[in-house]
């Protein structure tokens, strides 16, 4: 990913422009020493299709963050947070949308992680990131995972 796209991101931003999109995702940890997490790879039609991202999707209309971190959860990956946290929010202007990314570290959950829209998962931990390719928005994420002690703990 060449530096000029992850430095478009603005990381926790204070103002963003009215049309943008509202998009949770989740860092779903494999154990509670923090050593792999889960991403899915976008399908094919869609935005970005084929990059690697965490799972995750559009909030929608009178939903928190919350209420759409549980139900994107459930619809994509079969499973439910008991317990998560928000870690970072990425805004950034991509030419055709502007997106804003609510990532939320997930710990605890219920059900058996499976892919419930035909798209691929699969857990890596931070030293395999670089194998993937992420959306630009994702990239500050990654970094933050890698550099705050996050993975592996």
Known sequence: MPSTEASKAIINPTTI???????????????????????????????????????GGKLEKKESPWQCLQRELREEVNILP????????????????????D????????GEIEAREQQAI?????TQADD???PPADIPIIEAIRNSGKAGT
Do not use: C
């Open 82 to 101: 008991n317990r998560a946290s928000p870690f970072m929010q990425v805004y950034y202007r991509y030419p055709e949308r502007n997106i804003l990314l």
């Open 17 to 55: 422009a009215e049309d943008h999109i509202h998009v949770v995702a989740a860092i779903i940890w494999s154990n509670p020493l923090r050593q792999q997490f889960l991403i899915s790879q976008r399908q094919k039609g869609k935005h970005l299709e084929d990059y690697w991202e965490f799972p």
């Open 103 to 110: 990532t939320w570290l997930v710990d605890e959950y219920e």
């Open 132 to 134: 993937y390719r992420f």
């Open 122 to 126: 699969m857990w890596i931990d931070i």
